[in-house]
């Protein structure tokens, strides 16, 4: 991901986009008056997107924009991956620099 260097040039950007998940729907009745369909809410949820500029690469032509849902339940998740793998490389440097300090003693 380069979110930071796409910010900073315009290529990226983060939307709220409402969704609509199902149209609201009106009571209808028939000419006696009975109800044949019932009346239902519109319902609907809020997204959080990374809308992200997209070029072909071979002619520089504009591509339609890449749409990614986001959360910060995701983010959050990343993080921690990425602090774990973060951790385990940290410690795998240890171990060469230390045996790269052995092996210069030899």
């Known amino acids: 991901m380069k979110y930071i260097q796409g910010k900073k040039d315009k290529n990226c950007s983060l939307k709220k986009v409402k969704v609509v998940d199902m149209e609201a729907v009106k009571e209808v009745k ?3 008056g009975v109800v044949v369909r019932q009346a239902q809410a519109e319902q609907s949820h809020e997204e959080l997107q990374l809308v992200t500029k997209q070029w072909d690469a071979n002619t ?4 339609d924009d890449k749409v990614q849902v986001m959360s910060v339940q995701n983010c959050d998740s990343m993080i921690s991956s990425l602090d774990s793998q973060i951790a385990s490389a940290t410690s795998e440097k240890a171990e060469y620099v230390a045996l790269k300090a052995d092996l ?3």
């Open 30 to 32: 028939d000419d006696k």
């Open 60 to 63: 520089g032509k504009s591509l």
């Open 104 to 106: 210069e003693a030899l």
